[in-house]
């Protein structure tokens, strides 16, 4: 009954039957394996070796009755043997590894190869034993009969060429070789001996070239193999580089002119690109009686008969066209440019639908091709810009460059993306002809056009705005009129994709937009993008490059009220942020603003949010606020800031005494004897300090001069609009009344004189400010893109104080109304950027003379 009863409860329907089955087998195809890989224990007892034997032993024992891969293993080990032992490794181990090399595998050959050449280049021993222990070795396994063992031993010996002396290589490599070059040999014997004899043909003098090596260069460049005669081909060109220019001339050119009309195509592809190679070697009457001829016919031949030299031709034509500019005549010029023109689109045709005939006969290896040919194009168009000159750029090339950058394959786009500088560069003043296609290429559908394009963005933009010869600082907003959304919608894309170095790599670069457009249009477009990517990205790298660019915006903005309000959220947002990853990243925050700002602003802002994290519920905030606390020390400023040390070192006792964390607390104690090992800087400068002062000096010179200039800006729209309405009420009143009109006139000449005193002291303070508003907004707001991140050195900082003095001096310049066009409109309070009670009280006592002179000028216009 109980098998009755087991039966009735289990399901034998077809399926599950059939599945039942399924599962037997997968659960054997899984044990296979590893019944196979279990080694019986006589194998165990072959593989095992006795842990008493030396290293040394231990490599004999193992390559004379070891396996295959205990004996690779020891070769693999040679480097590190010759390193400890060389001696016994070249008395007992090598004569082994020689004795087991002519019944290897590949695997040991190619492991050998490799650790021969890390033996030369240890040098381990010195090169005459070297040659005498190692060189045969190279030279027997040269003839291999698998191709890859053969090239890896040749490499070898190649690299050992270079270090052996003339005489051992004459009678070791060269005197051999002369029996190996013959018809009699192999193939690869031939093929070896061509590689040979190009590398040698730099280690001796021309005489001995002429006499021993041209004799075997000529016999194989006639090899009856085309695959001799094309190895051979393409050694001419470091055979030529040895033996001069007259022996090229008269013995290398005939072999190539030769070469050139071969029935192989592979050779003449070879001579073809070693004549492009050779062309500075040539002198004008070689280029254009034999060199010329030559490129004519492969061009005529490339569309008709042979299309293998199609992608070779236009890799070398921009090198090809300016090597023979010289020799071309106007006709020339202009055929080899239509030339270019037509491999720039070769394919395109057929894909406009008009001949669907010949789309459907082109094969896929025909499209690749023509893919490889428009690359090419792009390869080598700086290189046609300078054919043509970049005057002519507009008239001969853009069209060409419109559909390279529109191109349909992606390889083609990003070929023109990276080299896009280079062709800005070229056009230098006619670089706005080009700013379409870089907000093209800005938008484009592959991120991988976008990554090429962003290396050199912030150089492009500069070229783009300041390179043109009307640029001026007016016209820098209106020349690219669509470069702000094609640069949000860039990191838009980059953000939404899954390849966050490019992402991190767009946001580095738009650290370089202040010295581009207006600090208006950062605050809108870029600042807040900047804080959102800090609160919400995933990916660190991508919020540390987020932090440091929105900090750079930071630095160069020109109102206080938005200044206030980005620092008011880093502290809201990440310093006292919800998620303990904001808290963290509002402390590298700190640490860009420390490397970017002046002491005292960090002080005056971020000191105290920082301290606070030392009570964070989270011990990796409070682990990184310990290794900061060190920077944080060194903007102190005593006596100015003792407040605030105090508050540090109330902090750190608070640490040392409430921690539980034992990595924090260890962490803690380290921190705490660095901080009393460090020296604070003091308000006055002091020699050991003297270049750090100097440069913090410097940036708050331009914290101030940002102040200024929002402070000057407003009381210049001010006085505009006070002056129009007393513009108007004079010329009411003169209307009106005459007489009293002419009363008020005696008056105000009365006054005028000691008005004009009181006024003139106040326009020429505020000239001079002025002035050194705009020298900052030159020097400061302007430079170079590889001087963005870094601070002036001590002498530049020495001939900025120079030049602002200087110009504060020249009261007498004129300065036109548009000069400092509103750029802010927030409210005028007490300056951002200072801490200093000594900043502070210059403020305040500018202030004062400013108000006062504006007092005496309304009294006495009301007069």
């Not at 021309?206 to 085309?226: F, G, M, N, T, W």
């Not at 919608?489 to 457009?517: D, G």
Request: charged fraction near 25%; glycine fraction near 4%.
């Amino acid at each position: 009954m109980h098998p009755i009863i087991i039966f009735s409860k289990m399901d034998f329907s077809q399926s599950n039957l059939f599945g039942y089955i399924e599962d037997l087998q997968e659960l054997t195809i899984i044990e296979r394996p590893v019944r196979r890989s279990l080694k019986t224990p006589e194998e165990i007892e072959r593989l095992t070796v006795d842990e008493e034997l030396s290293d040394i032993e231990r490599a004999v024992y193992l390559l004379s009755s070891g396996q295959d891969i205990q004996g690779t293993s020891v070769v693999a080990n040679l480097p590190v043997l010759m390193r400890q032992n060389p001696a016994d490794t070249l008395r007992r181990v090598l004569p082994k590894i020689r004795e087991v090399l002519h019944v290897a595998g590949v695997e040991m050959q190619l492991t050998a190869a490799v650790s021969f050449l890390t033996v030369l280049q240890e040098e381990s021993v010195s090169i005459h034993t070297y040659s005498h222990s190692f060189l045969h070795i190279i030279l027997q396994n040269l003839e291999h009969r698998d191709a890859g063992v053969s090239n890896a031993w040749l490499e070898t010996l190649l690299a050992v060429i270079e270090a052996l002396p003339k005489e051992t290589i004459r009678h070791e490599i060269l005197n051999p070789l002369v029996s190996k070059a013959q018809l009699s040999q192999t193939l690869q014997s031939r093929l070896v001996s061509c590689k040979i004899l190009g590398k040698l043909a730099n280690k001796f003098e021309a005489h001995i070239i002429k006499r021993e090596i041209l004799p075997l260069v000529k016999s194989l460049c006639q090899d009856v193999e085309y695959e001799v005669r094309t190895c051979m081909c393409r050694q001419l060109e470091h055979i030529a580089q040895g033996i001069g220019t007259e022996l090229t001339k008269t013995v290398v050119l005939p072999e190539l002119i030769e070469l050139a009309r071969d029935e192989g195509s592979s050779v003449r592809l070879a001579a073809f690109e070693t004549l492009v190679n050779l062309l500075d070697m040539f002198d004008a009457d070689d280029r254009s009686q034999t060199v010329l001829p030559l490129v004519k016919s492969f061009c005529e031949k490339s569309f008709k008969a042979d299309e293998s030299i199609l992608v070779s031709l236009s890799f070398h034509l921009g090198k090809l066209c300016n090597g023979l500019y010289g020799i071309f005549t106007p006709e020339q010029h202009l055929r080899f440019l239509e030339f270019y023109k037509k491999l720039s689109t070769l394919g395109l045709q057929q894909e406009n639908g008009h001949n669907d005939n010949q789309l459907q006969l082109q094969t896929l290896e025909q499209e690749k091709k023509y893919i490889s040919v428009r690359k090419n194009c792009a390869y080598n168009f700086p290189a046609m810009i300078v054919f043509v000159d970049p005057k002519n750029f507009h008239l001969e090339l853009y069209s060409i460059f419109f559909c390279l950058c529109h191109d349909p394959e992606v390889p083609v786009r990003y070929t023109m993306a990276i080299s896009f500088y280079e062709v800005a560069k070229l056009l230098n003043s006619g670089v706005y002809a080009i700013h379409k296609e870089l907000v093209t290429l800005l938008q484009d559908e592959s991120l991988e056009v976008l990554d090429a394009l962003v290396g050199h963005l912030p150089e492009i933009l500069e070229l783009m705005t300041n390179g043109g010869e009307n640029s001026g600082s007016e016209s820098k907003l209106l020349s690219i009129p669509d470069l702000i959304p094609a640069l949000t919608t860039a990191e838009q894309r980059a953000a939404t994709s899954l390849k966050w170095r490019t992402h991190e790599k767009l946001l580095q670069k738009y650290a370089c937009l202040p010295h581009i457009i207006s600090s208006d249009q950062i605050y809108y477009r870029f600042l807040h993008r900047m804080l959102t990517i800090i609160l919400t990205n995933n990916v660190l790298p991508v919020q540390k490059a987020a932090a440091r660019t929105l900090c750079v915006y930071l630095r160069y903005n020109r109102k206080q009220e938005q200044r206030h309000e980005v620092i008011q959220k880093l502290i809201e947002q990440l310093g006292q942020g919800k998620s303990y990853w904001n808290r963290l990243r509002f402390l590298d925050t700190c640490e860009f603003i420390m490397e970017l700002f002046s002491k005292s602003f960090f002080c005056k802002y971020f000191f105290l949010p920082v301290l606070e994290l030392t009570h964070d519920p989270v011990a990796n905030v409070r682990m990184k606020l310990c290794y900061l606390l060190p920077k944080v020390k060194s903007t102190l400023k005593i006596p100015t800031d003792k407040h605030l040390l105090q508050q540090l070192e109330l902090c750190i006792r608070k640490l040392l005494c409430q921690e539980k964390d034992k990595d924090v607390l260890t962490i803690v104690k380290r921190t705490v004897l660095e901080l009393d090992r460090m020296e604070i800087s003091v308000d006055a400068f002091q020699k050991r300090f003297y270049e750090n002062d100097i440069l913090d000096q410097e940036k708050e010179r331009q914290e101030h001069l940002l102040l200024e200039m929002e402070q000057l800006e407003k009381e210049k729209q001010q006085n505009e609009g006070r002056s129009a309405n007393v513009n108007d009420k004079m010329f009411e009143k003169k209307r009106r009344d005459s007489k009293t009109s002419s009363v008020l006139t005696k008056s105000i000449t009365l006054s005028v004189p000691g008005s004009s005193s009181s006024t003139s002291a106040g326009k020429e303070d505020k000239k001079s400010k002025l002035v050194r508003s705009q020298s900052f907004s030159t020097q400061a707001l302007h430079p170079k893109y590889s001087n963005i991140d870094k601070c002036p050195n001590k002498s530049s900082a020495t001939a900025y104080t120079s030049s602002v003095s200087g110009m504060g001096k020249s009261c007498m310049l004129s300065f036109s109304d548009d000069s400092f066009r509103s750029h802010s409109t927030g409210n005028s309070g007490n300056s951002a950027f200072p801490s200093s009670s000594s900043s502070r009280n210059l403020f305040n006592s500018a202030d004062q003379k400013n108000n006062g002179n504006k007092e005496s000028q309304s009294r006495k216009m009301s007069m």
